[in-house]
């Protein structure tokens, strides 16, 4: 079996050069990638790259939290969700980190609320953002009963990793694991049956950009960490992968 990248940006203009050799690259060493959409635009692309590379590609759709130019778009978007019948709904949140006027973050948790209650109705998985917003974001996921919630590029403490668990989460690893003692103190605590492998391409990748088969370093690592064999992480993230987007 070949890892997932769960979370990546293929669509974004970093890959405007080679977005092919890129793609092909990761047809041959991945089972598959999810490309996660962030506001209506790039939800059209992740769309048509899942329309180009069916046997690779799965398409999110969501409203990326920092997207504040994009925020009027929320009901043309969820009508697009309706219509596209995406595998899962995201990336959506919360980010305290890039906003921190109350009146924005306010609105950001009123246009995660509406998306949640979306997912909740259609019976889709959430792929969720909280950069300086754990907590907040999984006390409010708790609120409501969602099939799958991927808390994507999780940077909270381990014992709200554990608390996210606990209630049925699954913890995005990036490619941070390969640097960060946080994420890595993290992969410590959490059972591998909770984590799902993740590059947020072309993000995270010691100031390069980075690709989607960057996920096979992490897979290294976690086996190194957790002192098991790496064909055991990518048996299992993938499994998990392969649940959450229902592939």
């Given at each position: 079996m070949k890892p997932v990248d769960a979370h990546c940006h293929i669509d974004f203009e970093q890959f405007d050069e080679d977005r092919e050799k890129i793609l092909q690259e990761s047809k041959e060493k991945l089972e598959f990638l999810v490309n996660a959409g962030s506001s209506l635009e790039h939800n059209?692309?992740?769309?048509?790259?899942?329309?180009?590379?069916?046997?690779?590609?799965?398409?999110?759709?969501g409203l990326h939290p920092v997207y504040k130019d994009s925020y009027g778009e929320l009901e043309e978007i969820k009508?697009?969700?309706?219509?596209?019948?995406?595998?899962?709904?995201g990336e959506i949140g919360l980010d305290h980190h890039h906003v921190e006027d109350r009146e924005t973050r306010e609105k950001q948790e009123k246009i995660f609320r509406e998306m949640i209650e979306l997912a909740e109705n259609l019976e889709k998985p959430v792929v969720v953002h909280s950069r300086d917003a754990e907590r907040k974001a999984v006390e409010i996921l708790k609120e409501y009963s969602l099939p799958e919630v991927m808390l994507h590029c999780f940077n909270g403490r381990p014992e709200l990793?554990?608390?996210?668990?606990?209630?049925?989460?699954k913890i995005g690893v990036t490619t941070q694991v390969l640097y960060s003692?946080?994420?890595?103190?993290?992969?410590?605590t959490l059972e591998l049956e909770n984590?799902?492998?993740?590059?947020?391409?072309?993000?995270?990748?010691?100031?390069?950009?980075?690709?989607?088969?960057?996920?096979?370093?992490?897979?290294?690592?976690i086996s190194e960490l957790k002192n098991i064999k790496q064909d055991e992480v990518v048996d299992k993230t993938t499994e998990n992968a392969r649940n959450l987007f229902r592939r």
């Open positions: 059209n692309s992740a769309l048509k790259l899942q329309e180009e590379y069916p046997d690779l590609v799965v398409a999110n759709l009508e697009q969700i309706r219509d596209a019948d995406p595998a899962a709904i990793a554990e608390e996210a668990v606990e209630n049925r989460m003692n946080r994420v890595q103190e993290l992969v410590k984590i799902l492998l993740e590059t947020d391409s072309p993000y995270l990748y010691r100031g390069e950009r980075n690709r989607p088969v960057n996920v096979i370093e992490s897979s290294k690592k």
